[in-house]
Structures are given as structure tokens and as C-alpha cells.
């Protein structure tokens, strides 16, 4: 899973501000996944997103959170006007095809730890 | 809706016990199920994958196995070490659909004791 690269990988935030967290897939790749782990809670989905499309955003929250993929470079988890129930860890898993993903292992970076003060 | 859950939460053994970590899901829809570890303030490690077809697999001291229709697996560890000591989080992941792919549970947190 070392290929998925995630930074920062620890990012401090005062609340108000925007934190932008980076995703670059593994070579060759072109789904990602977001997740995000808050203290004591197992982790939950957020977005599915493939180059230049967000597949499906049900479990991003309505308002300040929002993702993109471009054609190039990584995928950008951005939150506007943080606050502290935004402080968790948030991952990111790729894959390369959506039919392929099902019979491979998936591959999470390792995950940037936002704390928001 | 999918949920899974893991118990139990925390477990504390001595060095070169044997133990079980156990994980249930709701929905018996699945492609596949996977262990992960993880250590404090790190990310996943995959362990084990199962496949919905398959019962089991084993990797070292690790088995893992999967009863589909009862909604359980659990993954053994034999003769612990003290490196084992970590979150242990079982993901199950959903058959049909395009959109989210994993279900985790919220982890059994191990401490192996020297």
C-alpha cells in the first residue's frame, strides 16, 4: 500500500480556515476513494471519485466539504471553514478499472492526520 | 444497509497465546472480505483477502476465515509476539454498485504482553 502517497501527512488547522488534503493514486490507477476516521469511530466512506467525474459523494457531508480528480495530478480532499469536529484522519484507496477492484486488495495511503485548534 | 461490527473492542494476552478476533456483517451480499492492521498514527496494512467464494486463508501465523451465509469471519493469530500488538479492522466489501466499496468495522485493538 505504499504506492497510494498521501500528504500531508499531519496538517494543523484553525478553525475558519481551509484544509486541502492530497491523494496520488498508485501508478496506473485512475479510482480513488475517501475516507475518513474519526477518534474511536471506524472508517467511513466519503467519495468515489475517477478522473475528472465524482462517481458518488453520499457520505461527504452537505456543506464545506468537496472533492476533485483532474485529468492531471491527485485527487484534492478541500475543507472550507474548518471546525472541530473536522479534526480526524482522513485515507485514500485507488484502484485501477472499477471491474478489476473487485478481485484485488485494496491500497490505502497513510492517511493525513488533521487536527483542527 | 450494510454494518459491521467486531468484537471484542480491546484484548490483552500474553506473549505466545493463541487468539481470535471476530467480525459480523449484516448484509451477506458480499465480494469479498479483508483484514487490515493498524498501528497507531499509521495507515492499512492488508493481511488477508477472502474472497466470498472462498472459507479461508492463511498467511504465517494468520487464518482467516469466512462463513458468508452466517455473516462471520474471524481471523486467528497463532503464537502472538509482542509486534503483533496493534488495531486489527476487518472491511467487508459490497457486491453490486458503483459507489462506496468498503464497510469497516470499528477494530479490536490488541496488546500482546512480553
Known amino acids: 500500500n505504499a504506492g497510494v502517497m498521501q500528504n500531508p501527512r499531519h496538517l494543523v488547522r484553525r478553525r475558519g480556515q481551509e484544509a486541502r488534503l492530497r491523494c496520488s493514486p498508485m501508478?496506473?490507477?485512475?479510482?480513488v476513494y475517501w475516507y475518513r476516521q474519526l477518534p474511536e469511530e471506524g472508517l467511513k466512506f466519503m467519495v468515489y471519485l475517477q478522473k475528472e467525474n465524482i462517481i458518488d459523494e453520499s457520505g461527504m457531508p452537505k456543506e464545506r466539504f468537496s472533492a476533485e480528480f483532474p485529468k492531471e495530478g491527485p485527487s484534492i480532499l478541500r475543507i472550507q471553514q474548518v471546525v472541530r469536529g473536522d479534526s480526524a484522519a482522513y485515507f485514500c484507496?485507488?484502484?485501477?478499472?472499477?471491474?478489476?477492484?473487485?478481485?484485488?486488495?485494496?491500497?490505502f495511503g497513510q492517511g493525513t492526520r488533521l487536527t483542527v485548534v | 444497509k450494510q454494518e459491521v461490527t467486531q468484537i471484542p473492542a480491546a484484548l490483552s494476552v500474553p506473549e505466545g497465546e493463541n487468539l481470535v478476533l471476530n467480525c459480523s456483517f449484516t448484509?451477506?451480499?458480499?465480494?469479498?472480505l479483508q483484514w487490515f492492521r493498524q498501528d497507531p498514527g499509521k495507515g492499512l496494512t492488508s493481511l488477508l483477502l477472502?474472497?466470498?467464494?472462498?472459507r479461508e486463508q492463511t498467511s504465517g501465523r494468520l487464518n482467516a476465515s469466512l462463513d458468508k451465509s452466517s455473516g462471520r469471519s474471524t481471523l486467528y493469530i497463532a503464537a502472538s509476539q509482542p509486534g503483533d500488538s496493534a488495531t486489527y479492522l476487518c472491511a467487508v466489501r459490497r457486491r453490486m454498485g458503483t459507489g462506496n466499496q468498503f464497510y469497516f468495522g470499528t477494530g479490536t485493538s490488541l496488546t500482546v504482553i512480553p
Open positions: 448484509d451477506s451480499a458480499i465480494y469479498n
Open positions: 484507496a485507488s484502484s485501477r478499472l472499477r471491474g478489476q477492484l473487485m478481485n484485488t486488495e485494496a491500497f
Open positions: 477472502i474472497q466470498s467464494s472462498q
Open positions: 501508478k496506473g490507477h485512475s479510482h
